[in-house]
């Protein structure tokens, strides 16, 4: 594949895209930030819909086309420098995320250490 380091929409959309089944939360940051620049999923060359990591993997590696996941998920490959990552500017790459729990809990010694150090991983400021 041919992408410069910082590609644009139009760049990618001449890819095959790979995604992930309709009600995935990774599926909906991607809808939502192609909605907020003003594209869609049927702006893409071609769209595949599965399920299936190893088969998105191989597609991907197999230069077959391109993936919107989680780095986590493939950071084996990016390590190894088989995939590339790239971030599109003006497009959400985080998910928002709320830690919960039953109220009056949050008191707990045990529950207020899991959740200030979950806030600390994510660097940002603990509510408690």
Known sequence: MNLS???????????TLFVREGGCSSRQLLGRGLEDLGRSLDDFSAVVTSDDLR???????SAGGISFMSKCLVCEYLETGQMIGHQLEG???SRQRKVVMEKGREK?????????????????????
């Open 91 to 93: 497009f959400p790459h």
């Open 55 to 61: 088969l998105t993997c191989q597609s991907v590696l």
């Open 5 to 15: 380091a910082q590609p644009t929409i139009e760049e990618l959309m001449q890819y």
């Open 108 to 128: 707990e010694k045990l529950l207020r250490d899991l959740a200030r150090c979950i806030f600390n991983v994510m660097d940002v400021p603990s509510p408690i």
